[in-house]
Structure formats: C-alpha cells, structure tokens
C-alpha cells in the first residue's frame, strides 16, 4: 500500500496544507518517512491522517466560489469499531461546509472495506448539505453492497456511470462539470 500515493496531477491547481480554508492547512508532510499504517501496512505519507486508524484521505482539490470538493480515500472505512463517519463528518466535512462547501465528490477506489453501525451521521450530512450533495465515485461493489445493506446508499449519489469514471483523465473544474452533469440528471 505505501505504493499508492494520492492522486497528485492537480497540485498545480489545489493543495490542502496551502489552503486556509482546509483541514489540513499547513500540515507538512515527508516524502521519506512511513509514519502511517492500516493495520501492518505502511501508507504513503502523502496521505492525511484525520482521526481514524484505519482511513485516510487527501483533498485533492476546493473550489469555495462553487461549493465543491474533491476528496480521495484510502483503507477500510470502519464505523462499527472507529466510528469513522463520525469523524470524517465533525473534523473534515463540518468545517468544509463552514467554508460554503455542500457538494462532496468522495473518490472510494482505494476503501478496501465498510463496516457499519448506523446511519445517524449520514443522514446528518444529507441534511446539511441542502441543495449540495454527497456524490461517490468508483467504489468497489462489495462495498457499495455494504452501505446498501445498512441503507446509508439513500444518502450518497452513487452506482451507474458514477462507478466508472476515468477521474484522472480529467482537469478537475472537468471533472466536478462530468459528476455534476451525471448528478443533475438523476435529480431531475
């Protein structure tokens, strides 16, 4: 896994730790040291640790004016023992939203697992965000079948042509234009 680094093409672009807006603003980072691990895997450290043991993720780009963000995300997602929901809501996506943030594009090809508990803080984001949403792209099917099962797909725009887009082939301006045309059409 230390392989895997975050999708780095947009830099020129975006970067969280310059950002005052983000989380993550002035976080340094090395490109030596392998400080992070899902279980007894080492992560590459590029990767933002938020609270979980087992999650991480990378705002890999913001854009306040039109209210969206681009998030990837790698490890198990885990709210049965973690409660990663939780803390993916209060410390990242809660002061995002502060920031006028209500369209979320979360990028799952690296989330390996989900494990569920409830759906309290799920339904909380789907009702914060107002006229946003919560947009999830290329996750694997197991894991799509995981928040099928508990019924937090309900909250999340997700499946369809949302599981099969070549995200990286694009700019990110096209990119969030490519999800909010597919989003559009779903909600109308």
Same mark, same amino acid.
């Given at each position: ?67 969206? @963000? %681009?998030? =990837? ?5 885990? !709210? ?7 803390? #993916? ?53 197991? @894991? %799509?079948? =995981? ?5 937090? !797909? ?7 042509? #949302? ?26």
């Amino acid at each position: 896994m230390h392989f895997i680094e975050p999708h780095y093409d947009w830099r020129l672009y975006y970067i969280a730790s310059e950002d005052p807006h983000s989380p993550f603003y002035e976080r340094e980072y090395s490109e030596f040291e392998f400080n992070n691990t899902v279980y007894n895997f080492y992560l590459h450290p590029q990767w933002d640790y938020f609270g979980s043991p087992t999650l991480f993720l990378k705002i890999l780009f913001a854009d306040y004016d039109k209210g969206y @963000v %681009i998030i =990837e995300m790698i490890g198990e997602w885990n !709210d049965a023992i973690e409660n990663d929901i939780m803390t #993916l809501k209060r410390d990242i996506i809660e002061p995002l939203m502060l920031e006028g943030i209500n369209k979320f594009i979360i990028i799952g090809e690296n989330v390996l697992n989900f494990h569920y508990s409830d759906d309290s803080y799920y339904e909380e984001w789907f009702d914060e965000v107002d006229d946003g949403w919560i947009a999830l792209i290329n996750f694997h099917d197991h @894991v %799509i079948r =995981e928040f099928e099962k508990i019924g937090v !797909d309900h909250y999340f725009l997700m499946g369809g042509e #949302l599981e099969d887009i070549e995200w990286r082939t694009y700019m990110p301006q096209q990119f969030f234009r490519k999800v909010n045309d597919l989003v559009e059409k779903r909600l109308n």
